[in-house]
Each structure stands twice: as C-alpha cells, then as structure tokens.
C-alpha cells in the first residue's frame, strides 16, 4: 500500500541558510501535518492543512512556512536556519479531520542537520 | 496544561515475555487515545485508537486498555519478539488537529 513520501530523507544547510522540506500525502488523503521531533524529544506539533487551507498551528516559528498545493502536496519551508532547528521532521496524513475517524499516516521523516 | 506521561521511561525484558506500558493524560476535552510504534529515526506507526468509550482493544500481540475516568490508558505486549524493539508512544487527541505525544517508553528485547 501507498505511504506518506518525504523527501529529502536528508538534509544538511548552514545556519542563516533556507530549506525546503516536501511531503506527499497518501493519495485520497486530504489533510497534512507536520511535526517536529528533536533529539530525544518528543514529536511537537507545527501545522496543518485540510483541503489546501491551513486548519491549525501549533509551536511552528514565524521564520516557518508551509502550504499545501492542489494536488494535496505540502512544503515546508524554513529560513533562517539555526542550529536548534536541527531535527527529524515528520509529516502525516489523514482522509478527512481530527477524530477517532481519521487515523494519521506518518512518513519516514527527513532529518534536518544544520551546521 | 494538556500532558501526557508514561511509565517506565525504559524497560528491558527477555524474548517471549510478557510487559505491561504504562500512560497518564491530563487532556481536555479528551477525543482519543493512541499508542504508537516507532523504530529509531522512523515515523511512528500507529498500533491502536481508542475512542472514550472504548475499555480496550487488540492489534496482535499488543493489547491496549483505557480508563477514561481516571485517565489511564495501558499497552500489553504478549510474547515479546526482539523485533519490539522500539519506543512506544501514547499520544491523545483534544479534538484538534494536533496530537499530544507522550514522553515515550523505551523497550528493548533481548534474546
């Protein structure tokens, strides 16, 4: 069965530099998110998409962007980097919003490095 | 302030033995609980969601239960392979898109 695609798996930017992380859905799937899991950390909730609208926020800094496109591919897009952004970050997805319902799909992640 | 905590933070058992993970939530309002399954540097793949008025249920070997009212949730691993091997997660939903990921157990399973 088709899983959650990220890509880059890895990635490696100097500080101050900009990155740009993409995540494809499950096809059917409709709603993206994307979280942040430092080392030894627990995954933290950054942002979502529902059809191509943001439809949350969590602790994702404003040096952050993301959206989702029409075809229900999301970027991430981060400037500025600093040496704390250094992480794994995953994206997930789901047919459908929240609930019991709507079981969130986790990609392999991609591991960000910044030197 | 929405926690979730879980016990032990590590646990180390003998292939084919039993174990019982442990987690305790302050979320409100309170949609869902999950456990989670991940390898190291893997995403978490999902083992169980139980709504509130579910007791428990079964994927396998892995057994989860929930008490909503005192806001305790369990994961039992039957007959422990050393492919369990992983960080289990307890993460609960508050009705948002967000999901509250627990501190995580540590399993490690030995021959």
């Known amino acids: 069965a088709a899983g959650v695609i990220q890509s880059p798996r890895h990635l490696i930017k100097e500080k101050r530099e900009t990155a740009t992380l993409k995540c494809y859905p499950i096809p059917r799937h409709d709603t993206v998110y994307w979280y942040q899991q430092g080392p030894g950390q627990d995954p933290q909730f950054l942002i979502s998409f529902y059809e191509k609208m943001q439809s949350d926020k969590g602790s994702i800094p404003d040096r952050f962007s993301a959206q989702q496109f029409s075809d229900y591919h999301s970027e991430l897009n981060m400037s500025s980097l600093e040496l704390g952004d250094s992480a794994l970050y995953f994206c997930?997805?789901?047919?459908?919003?929240?609930?019991?319902?709507?079981?969130?799909?986790f990609g392999p992640g991609t591991r960000l490095t910044v030197t | 302030k929405n926690q979730v905590e879980q016990s032990p933070q590590s646990l180390i058992i003998l292939e084919g033995k039993n174990c019982t993970l442990q987690?305790?939530?302050?979320?409100?309002?309170?949609?869902?609980l999950r456990w989670y399954k991940q390898d190291t540097g893997r995403g978490p793949v999902s083992l169980t969601i139980m709504t509130f008025s579910e007791n428990t249920k079964s994927n396998g070997r892995y057994t989860a239960t929930l008490d909503a009212d005192t806001k305790q949730s369990s994961l039992h691993i039957t007959a422990s392979q050393l492919s369990d091997s992983a960080s289990y997660i307890c993460?609960?939903?508050?009705?948002?898109?967000?999901?509250?990921f627990g501190t995580g157990t540590r399993l490690q399973v030995f021959p």
């Open positions: 993460v609960v939903s508050d009705n948002t898109d967000k999901l509250i």
């Open positions: 997930a997805s789901s047919q459908g919003r929240g609930g019991p319902l709507y079981e969130q799909y």
């Open positions: 987690c305790n939530y302050t979320v409100s309002p309170f949609s869902n």
